[in-house]
């Protein structure tokens, strides 16, 4: 969906939404067509019809797509591009097809298996949404493709032809057309068809030769097996398998359904940040003695009670050189413009002037985490730093177009290449890490990602998911747990929400913080559906239960307007913290508001529990929901780990 269209919609539909929460969900298939949008805001193209679809716009351009479309009517997906919907198709041209012939040695299209037809096919059609180059500058579209797979988008500047711009699908297929606007949706034209890799993810690193040191750590250490899980054989979704939800009251005094999807597989998938030779090289890194002689530095420092101790074994996950390979990975796939918020959302609703849009995820490292940031340079790992100014640097992560020609997309995962080296040093774990730990809700499983839920556009979508294939989560029967899609007019941090319903108790893993005294807080928005829960910290209960149908100005609350005086809000704050309660931050707004979350005396956080957290240790947060009403809701939006030395200092914790 043209997302410029989405939002535009959006803020017609005006105040009267902003309150509105949905929380119920209704059975449906694993898929949904959702409406096709105006197009006021359709870019310019080469092309632009009112009447053609998608299959028309190929038949109609039969001397380019001829091949093509004998590909496609072997598929059930020529008629469906016939279709009412919205779909972003990749057309090769005969071209495209003729190399592709070449390459895979058949005479003709006739020749190709009726398998491989189908796959190439699924691989050039997105089914949920028209996607144009206006709406993402950098990286993975939106939406999986039909094959359940990342197009990736880069460009470059053509110095052949007065350095006019080039898009690139998957870094090997340009594009010589693109935004071609039908009737159900856009299609963009190809030189190249779009191959996906049947290499896992440690096999496509050892398959670039850019990366030999790394990859040689990561079979050395063991670590390559960890990277070989693809699809959970043990999943299914039918529908009578799939939780069906009940129908909750809205704030409005109406109800709403929210459409709702089960994925129809569930995917192991992993993403890998590796430095190549060239940054080893410039670090005096030429060979593994250099590089486990690197490692054992730095770890020994940041584990000095293990030093020594485990240097013979490389496969002991306390070895330095497995430490140093083990950071590098994550148990989820993250494409360069998924890891914070990036795009018209960043641009409309972050206060950049003063906070850089952030998250943190675990490693595969036991007992360590990450911080991203996405100041206007780029995407950082590990910076502090707010624009083009900080104190600790971080690694950049180099963007597609940054990245070369070569395609970083394995079969079950994706990785991305470092300006620098990537280590867990004392620097990362006392100085960056020493920061209020904001994460949001939809990055505590490796599947709210995995399956594209976390990042989905769209209005009113929910990404179901069965109750136990929720990794790091615990979830009763009587519970749904879904991932809402990304909604810009939602009064919510990051525009999304984990949304569960019915009589839930549900428990989730928290991030390994490194070891101090942290308060743990909600972030939540009120609602007179969201009921009452019972928080525990490893169950252990944490005070009394938190009604999160109350509004900030109940004296139980304290919340108070802001006012000019500075020194009267800081008093506020304090009053109110004094409490157990906080404002939301001051550095995110809703798309149609004028005003920060802050604002709004709905837009809370409450102090669950202060803790000594030990990173060496596990620790689950669970909510329960004390009242015997299976129409209760609770959009979960992000949760708090704030260090002392950050809520507890002289100068005060700021409002960001």
């Not at 993810?201 to 250490?221: G, P, V």
């Not at 080893?280 to 730095?298: C, F, P, T």
């Not at 972050?350 to 490292?365: A, R, V």
């Not at 979350?597 to 990173?615: G, H, I, Q």
């Amino acid at each position: 969906m043209n997302t410029k269209n989405l939002y535009r919609n959006e803020k017609k539909r005006g105040m009267s939404r902003m309150l509105l929460w949905i929380a119920c969900v209704v059975i449906s298939s694993s898929c949904f067509i959702s409406c096709v949008d105006n197009d006021d805001d359709i870019p310019m193209n080469y092309y632009s019809s009112t009447k053609v679809t998608a299959a028309g716009f190929l038949v109609e351009n039969q001397e380019q797509f001829s091949e093509f479309i004998g590909i496609l009517k072997r598929t059930p997906y020529f008629s469906l591009l016939s279709t009412y919907g919205e779909f972003t198709l990749f057309a090769p041209n005969n071209e495209a097809i003729g190399k592709y012939l070449t390459k895979m040695g058949y005479r003709s299209i006739d020749a190709i298996p009726d398998a491989s037809c189908d796959t190439l096919a699924r691989t050039h059609i997105i089914k949920k949404g028209a996607f144009y180059t206006t709406d993402i500058s950098e990286g993975a579209l939106p939406e999986l493709n039909m094959d359940d797979a990342y197009i990736v988008l880069s460009s470059d500047s053509d110095v052949h032809n007065n350095n006019a711009l080039i898009y690139y699908i998957n870094k090997n297929s340009r594009m010589i057309e693109w935004d071609d606007s039908v009737t159900n949706g856009v299609v963009h034209v190809l030189n190249n068809v779009i191959t996906s890799s049947s290499l896992l993810l440690a096999d496509k690193i050892a398959e670039d030769s850019t990366l030999t040191i790394f990859s040689e750590a990561l079979k050395l250490t063991g670590m390559a097996d960890s990277l070989v899980k693809y699809i959970d054989e043990t999943y299914s979704c039918s529908e009578d398998s799939v939780h069906k939800g009940v129908m909750v009251r809205c704030t409005s005094g109406s109800a709403l359904y929210t459409r709702s999807f089960w994925p129809e597989k569930r995917y192991f998938k992993y993403t890998a940040f590796v430095e190549p030779d060239s940054v080893y090289h410039a670090k005096g890194i030429r060979n593994m003695e250099d590089l486990k002689a690197y490692a054992k530095k730095i770890y020994d420092q940041t584990y000095p009670e293990d030093a020594g101790l485990y240097d013979d074994d490389p496969t002991h996950r306390k070895n330095p050189l497995n430490r140093f390979v083990s950071y590098h990975l994550l148990p989820r796939i993250g494409q360069y413009n998924s890891w914070v918020m990036s795009g018209d959302l960043r641009e409309h609703c972050w206060y950049t002037s003063i906070s850089d849009p952030e998250e943190f995820y675990e490693t595969m490292c036991p007992g360590t985490m990450m911080r991203f940031a996405g100041p206007s340079a780029g995407l950082f790992i590990n910076r502090k730093g707010l624009q083009n100014k900080y104190t600790v640097r971080g690694v950049k992560v180099l963007s597609p177009s940054e990245s070369g020609s070569i395609d970083q997309n394995a079969l079950n995962g994706v990785y991305h290449y470092l300006d620098d080296i990537l280590a867990y040093t004392t620097q990362v774990r006392d100085e960056v890490l020493n920061c209020r730990i904001r994460i949001d809700a939809t990055v505590l499983s490796p599947d709210f990602m995995n399956c594209n839920g976390r990042g989905r556009y769209g209005e009113d979508i929910l990404t179901g998911f069965k109750n136990n294939y929720i990794t790091d989560w615990k979830v009763s029967d009587e519970t749904y747990v879904g991932v809402h899609s990304d909604v810009g007019y939602w009064n919510s941090y990051q525009a999304n929400a984990v949304c569960i319903s019915g009589v839930f108790d549900v428990s989730f893993k928290l991030l390994p913080v490194p070891s101090g005294t942290y308060e743990i807080r909600l972030g939540y928005t009120v609602g007179e559906e969201r009921g009452v829960v019972q928080v525990y910290l490893n169950n252990e209960p944490c005070g009394i239960p938190v009604d999160l149908r109350v509004y900030g100005p109940d004296p139980v609350i304290g919340w108070i307007e802001d006012t000019d005086d500075e020194e009267e809000n800081t008093a506020n704050d304090k009053a109110m913290h004094n409490r157990g309660y906080m404002k939301g931050m001051d550095s995110y707004r809703p798309w149609d508001a004028d005003n920060p979350l802050r604002s709004n005396n709905w837009n809370l956080r409450r102090v669950l529990a202060t803790r000594y957290l030990d990173s060496e240790k596990t620790y689950y947060l669970r909510f329960r929901q004390v009242l015997d009403d299976p129409d209760r809701y609770w959009s979960f939006d992000y949760i708090e780990l704030c260090p002392k030395s950050i809520y507890g200092s002289p100068e005060g914790e700021d409002t960001h």
